[in-house]
Nanobody, 123 residues
Framework: QVQLVESGGGLVQPGGSLRLSCAAS????????MGWFRQAPGNEREFVAA????????YYADSVKGRFTISRDNAKNTVFLEMNSLKSEDTAVYYC????????????????WGQGTQVTVSS
């Protein structure tokens, strides 16, 4: 049974930082490109960042480029999202995503989803 379990969300002030983690189990982690998506109330789920299976390539939405960093630790089956200079518009539920043999930069490439973790940016 595949599980993607996110952690690290919470309430942070504008300009602050958070680090999200996603622990994967039940799959061969190195066979999956990993990514993060987010969904704000009333909006569709959107791409945030993705990383290739070997971590040789990373991709970001324009809205987070230069502020967010995605990384992975294949030895620990974990993917991270470091979020800096957070803005109120970053408020959303953040979902971990796994794509088999592909880098999940769009929802159609995602095979497995996590349950999501809430990030709220507010003063």
């Amino acid at each position: 049974q595949v599980q993607l379990v996110e952690s690290g969300g919470g309430l942070v002030q504008p300009g602050g930082s958070l680090r999200l983690s996603c622990a994967a189990s039940g799959l061969t982690f190195s066979s999956y490109g990993m990514g993060w998506f987010r969904q704000a109330p009333g909006n569709e789920r959107e791409f945030v960042a993705a990383i290739s299976r070997s971590a040789s390539s990373t991709y970001y939405a324009d809205s987070v480029k230069g502020r967010f960093t995605i990384s992975r630790d294949n030895a620990k089956n974990t993917v991270f999202l470091e979020m800096n200079s957070l803005k109120s518009e970053d408020t959303a539920v953040y979902y971990c995503a796994a794509g088999y043999l592909v880098t999940p930069m769009e929802r159609g490439r995602v095979r497995y989803w996590g349950q999501g973790t809430q990030v709220t940016v507010s003063s």
